[in-house]
């Protein structure tokens, strides 16, 4: 039995985020970081359980100034600017469908962003090609960029294949999907007063 800090998250379950002010559905093996140190009060980050990948949700304040895929790049370089990226480079940009989310009634405009970052970890010097994918969601009613990211590191040659290892494989784009069209609202207060 796993220890209570270490919670798993069940594939199709809606976990809470927020306290509860939205669910989502998060992949097997996501381990709430929140339980191993402090994370933001505007952010959920969750990371797999055997590999450095990780998902982080966000309410970040609407940035009006920005419209179409230029929002989206500009969340991508200020996550970037954030983490002290070395380079950035964006793959491509899309728009997507509000018809497939959970939040399309919430929703304006939603954008997928793919790219890769060069980003060294804590007290690492040597830094690596991290492939970053993007979900923006803009809520123009209550002033909120909602940003969805999934980091997806090279796999680390360390990491043991070991048969108890193969039972939780690494997460895909179609974890993130799932992640992204089952996000739900439950309580509007959560942005504030009107």
Not at 36 to 51: A, I, K, M, S, Y
Not at 59 to 71: C, K, M, P, S
Request: one cysteine or more; a negative charge.
């Amino acid at each position: 039995m796993p220890a209570p800090s270490a919670r798993s998250m069940e594939p199709t379950r809606h976990y809470p985020l927020f306290g509860g002010a939205f669910s989502a559905s998060l992949p097997p093996g996501a381990l709430d970081v929140s339980d191993l140190r402090p994370v933001p009060d505007n952010q959920e980050v969750f990371c797999h359980r055997l590999t450095d990948q990780s998902l982080v949700v966000e309410l970040l304040e609407l940035q009006a100034h920005v419209q179409g895929e230029d929002a989206a790049r500009y969340h991508f370089e200020d996550v970037g600017g954030v983490q002290g990226a070395r380079a950035m480079q964006v793959d491509s940009v899309q728009p997507l469908p509000l018809e497939n989310l959970a939040l399309r009634s919430f929703c304006q405009e939603a954008w997928v962003l793919s790219g890769k970052q060069q980003v060294a970890k804590e007290n690492q010097q040597v830094a690596k090609d991290v492939t970053a994918h993007q979900a923006l969601l803009r809520l123009p009613r209550y002033q909120t960029d909602l940003l969805l990211t999934f980091n997806d590191p090279p796999p680390d040659n360390r990491l043991s294949l070991g048969p108890e290892n193969l039972s939780l494989p690494p997460w895909s784009l179609g974890d993130f999907e799932q992640l992204v069209t089952s996000l739900t609202l439950h309580d509007p207060n959560i942005f504030g007063p009107p």
